[in-house]
């Protein structure tokens, strides 16, 4: 096992109780970071993050011994030429959902009651501007900042960060600057940074707790990732100006925009 920007565990801990507390079927299992531990062919499993920077794999490999690719980086961003590794694992564990363990970056679950939305609620009211975007990655392979460029000709887009004029204080962390989002904001662009496929990330996932309306441009699994109707999809509209009029219908429409807000 070597490690994820700093955890050593893979974010899930260590020795059993991590199988124990999940209630697994098996909940003999053991991991470790301790190479010395085990015998190297004794070990079940290897698990390798490609952006470590840690090529230093077993001195032996049993035949039983299974080695796990570990990733949530977009092909473009693991800085590595994947094809020194052919033939080297034998499962994938990634963002991928055909992925042999899919570990997406988030989950949306159906509630087994649906939540009652409140009859006179009216999830426009108070806000005055159209459409948010936070980034720091100006230059992208998505070139998702053409888009943005683009789409600015027929709407206004407040671009907060190192990218744009507009700046939101996360000494607080994002919590106050999604906060500030929900209530002046009716979207917000959940734009990626790659387009692949099922790569659907934070930039993404985290909005979704707050009343505002993701706009999505990637190559996520939006129909099984999220629950339907919540989002607006930019590979739906031949160009950005149709785009762009349907943004503007929503926003003169307040019963249009509240649909998106609908129990799931």
């Not at 939540?115 to 936070?134: H, T």
């Not at 720091?136 to 960060?161: A, F, H, M, P």
């Not at 106050?176 to 940074?193: A, I, V």
């Not at 989002?231 to 509240?258: G, M, V």
């Amino acid at each position: 096992m070597t490690q994820v920007f700093g955890d050593k565990s893979f974010y899930f801990g260590f020795g059993r109780e991590p199988f124990v507390k999940a209630k697994c079927p098996v909940s003999s299992c053991f991991t470790t970071a301790n190479r010395s531990l085990f015998p190297p062919e004794k070990v079940d499993a290897v698990i390798w993050h490609v952006r470590s920077h840690d090529n230093s794999f077993p001195p032996l490999r049993s035949p039983h011994t299974r080695y796990v690719f570990w990733s949530l980086e977009s092909p473009p961003h693991m800085f590595i030429d994947l094809r020194d590794f052919d033939n080297v694992f034998n499962w994938t564990f990634t963002y991928r959902l055909d992925s042999d363990f899919p570990n997406p970056y988030s989950t949306v679950y159906r509630r087994r009651i649906p939540k009652p939305l409140p009859v006179s609620k009216n999830y426009a009211f108070g806000k005055k501007r159209l459409a948010a975007w936070f980034v720091s990655n100006c230059i992208t392979d998505s070139g998702r900042e053409t888009l943005v460029e683009t789409l600015q000709r027929w709407i206004k887009i407040d671009v907060y960060g190192s990218c744009g004029p507009f700046k939101c204080d996360r000494d607080d962390g994002q919590t106050n600057c999604y906060e500030m989002l929900e209530r002046n904001y009716k979207f917000y662009l959940s734009f990626e940074n790659s387009l692949c496929k099922d790569y659907a990330t934070e930039k993404l996932f985290s909005i979704l707790r707050y009343n505002v309306v993701p706009v999505v441009y990637g190559l996520g699994n939006y129909t099984v990732q999220l629950p339907p109707d919540s989002y607006i999809d930019a590979l739906d509209f031949p160009t950005a100006k149709s785009l762009a009029a349907y943004l503007h219908y929503l926003d003169r429409n307040d019963t249009a925009y509240n649909a998106y807000f609908r129990p799931f």
